[in-house]
Each structure stands twice: as structure tokens, then as C-alpha cells.
């Protein structure tokens, strides 16, 4: 049989999992929505069902752990190991990112959206009274200058899902404006084909958040009434566009308290484990936003406890290293202070979740959520230092980024749960 028939014969992937090893010549034919299909809920509700103590025991003295060994540290059986994991974690992140988090605002463009996620206080239906406003470009520059002055050098641009208002022309030139200012932008907003994230990379883009909200195909459909936020796959497949148009950051993350956090986390670290491979010229990170107030049509049928998040946050960086961890102000101040030593590389503060909420503070506009963290950034740069860690303002200059090609371990920023 001549070569190009044999290969034709071979099975389109080798392995159902991202486990160590899948690399090379086939890995170019895996694509995460098949990855994703080979661990259905039923799958993993049996695997996680069937831990025992040795199980979780042999996860914690793996160097590189496989898909099942993250079940483990998932499961419920995991939860008289978690000082242990804990402590795995803590060691983890010192080493690949020291004593640093780093610092970073989000900068709210628009809350006009045309999507329906019932969980959202800017869709339309939800009920909420505020008014809706879209920046103008001095509107902008004034949010920036205003961010600027507490020395931030990080900021996250987010948008509503509203293409008509905010279309990708809209955007590059609000991330054109933010260069001017800071040395590291990116956004959160809806998902854009690869043209649309080259158009905005061209700017001096430099990473995009887009969380898949859950997984979970069955509650997604359910969540999502509306928009072209409805259409899963299109979602699924946007930050690997990213990458490909030149990206240099990508960041996931599911909203806990939409589905099971121990599936939904199962299925975001495959996601940034695929990240990775597949998108090898750009750093990877994971946010952990939490759903804790909802409009009144979304009663939060699955909530994630303080004890789950802290489960959830050691078993991922035990499976992914390599990888910055995100917490946003979405959390109260307190939790944000103990979580940094179990893997937080990047927070945000003194955010504002409203268009103009940074040189217009007292406007009556509708924000996404409720701050929980209220501290200006110069306290919670004290609360680091604190705990023992260093504040960074300033990430690796746009340069030196260039010139290497990869970023090191991510310690640069994301918040959490815009679009
Ligand atoms: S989550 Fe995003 S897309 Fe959905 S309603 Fe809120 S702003 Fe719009």
C-alpha cells in the first residue's frame, strides 16, 4: 500500500484525550469539539463516580497529569486531600511565576447588547433600569487617561454583544487609542472571525478573554436565548481563531454557577490544555468568574461555594502548570486576599463594570455586575504585598514580546465575564 493510501486509513485521531504525549503528526487532525465529544457528562459523572483515595493519591504525585487524573482532583474524593493540593499548587505557581500577580482594569466600551443570556444583566431582557450608552472616542481616551493616572498598564476593553454599535472598525480603533496609553490591551467582547481579530491585532492587540459561559451544550442552548451568541460551536472555535490571527494571549473560563463547576472545569482546562498545543505562539490563561447575582429570571440553580472555587482553582493548577489564573473583582476582597497563594497570577481592581465608570463615576448606567471587591488599586497592591507577593503594573514590553515570539508563563491580565 503506497503512503498516501495508508494514511488516509488512519484513524483521524489516536487518543480521546489531551493527555500527555499527544503530540506531533496526528495532533494537527484534533480539534476540540471532538476532544470535547469524547468526554461526554455521562463519562466523567462515572469516572469521577468511581474515585477512590488511591486515585487521588496518584494524581498528587504526578508530574504531568492526564484528563483522568484531573477527574480525581475534581471529585468529591479529592476534598480531604485539598491542604495537600493546596500546598502542590502553591509550589506549582511559585515556580513558573514566582511572587507576582499582576495588576489590570477592565475599561466597559458598551453596554448596549442584543443578545439574550438570561444570566446577564445587560441583555435585553433582563429587567435592568440603567441606561445603556456606547463611548465615544474622547469618551474613551478620558477612561484611559483616568486608569492610566493609577498606574495601571494592563487594561481589558469590554463590549456588549452589539455588532452594529461596537463593529470590529469600532473596536480596533478603541484598542489604537488604548496603546496610546497602555503597553498591554485586550478585549472581551463578542467572538470575531480570524479577519476581525487580525484587523484588531493590527492595532496592537494583545489578548482576547472569551469565555464559553458552560460547556454544557444542553444548558448553553438553554441560557442563550438570542443573538449569535447562540450558535456553541461558533463560540467554541473563536479563540483558536485568535491565536491564528496573531494573538499573543488567549483566556477561557466558563461562569460557574451555570452548570456542575466540576464538569464545566474538567471541560476548561481540556480547553486551555488544547489551547497550548494548538496554539503554541500564545500564552494561556483561565479565568474563574462566579455567578452571584443573576437578574430574577435566572435563579442559580448550581452555585460554587468558597470551598469549590478553592477546589477547583488548586486541581487546575496541577494540570496546568504553565498557566496564569485569573480572579476578578466579582469576588469579595477578603476570599481575593486568601486565593492569591493557591494560584492567582492576575486581578483586577478598582474596576467599574459601567461605560465611563472610571472619569464618570456617579452616572446611573447599567453595569454587568455588582462589584464585590470595592478596594481602589493602590489596597489591593498593599493586600499583595501582604500576603507576600509582588504587585506588577507593567507586563513584558510589546518588544520584547515581538522579538521572542512566545510569551513566558502568562502574568499578565484578563477580567473576568463580559460578552
Ligand atoms: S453575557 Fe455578553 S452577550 Fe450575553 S447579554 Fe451579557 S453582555 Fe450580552
Known sequence: MNKAKSDDLRPEYRREDLGPGVRGKYFKHFRFAKILDSWPEARLRELMGRVGPGEVSRALGREELHPEDLAALLSPMALPRLEDLARRANRLTR??????????????LSNVCTSECTYCFFARGAGGRGRRRTLSPAEIRAECESLARHGFQTILLVSGDAPRVAPPGYLAQAVATAREYF??????????????????????????????????????????LAGKKRDYDYRLGALERAGRAGVRRLNVGALLGLYDWRLDGFWTALHARYLQKECWQSA?????????????????RHPVSDRD????????????????????????????????PLGVTNMSAGSSTRPGGYSHPGEELQAQFEVEDRRPPAEVAAAIRRAGYDPVWKDFDQAFFEGVGRPPADISSQEGKGP
Open 95 to 108: 515556580r513558573h511565576f514566582g511572587r507576582t500577580v499582576g495588576l489590570y482594569a477592565p475599561l466597559y
Open 309 to 340: 472555587l478553592v477546589q477547583l482553582m488548586v486541581a487546575l493548577r496541577l494540570f496546568l502548570p504553565e498557566v496564569g489564573f485569573n480572579l476578578s473583582t466579582r469576588e469579595p476582597a477578603a476570599l481575593r486576599d486568601r486565593l492569591i
Open 183 to 224: 503597553p498591554s490591551v485586550s478585549v472581551e467582547v463578542y467572538a470575531l472571525d480570524e479577519e476581525g481579530y487580525r484587523t484588531l491585532a493590527a492595532q496592537g492587540l494583545e489578548g482576547v478573554t472569551l469565555y464559553m459561559e458552560t460547556y454544557h451544550r444542553e444548558t448553553y442552548a438553554r441560557v442563550h
Open 284 to 300: 494561556v490563561s483561565v479565568s474563574f468568574p462566579r455567578l452571584r447575582q443573576a437578574p430574577p429570571r435566572h435563579p442559580v
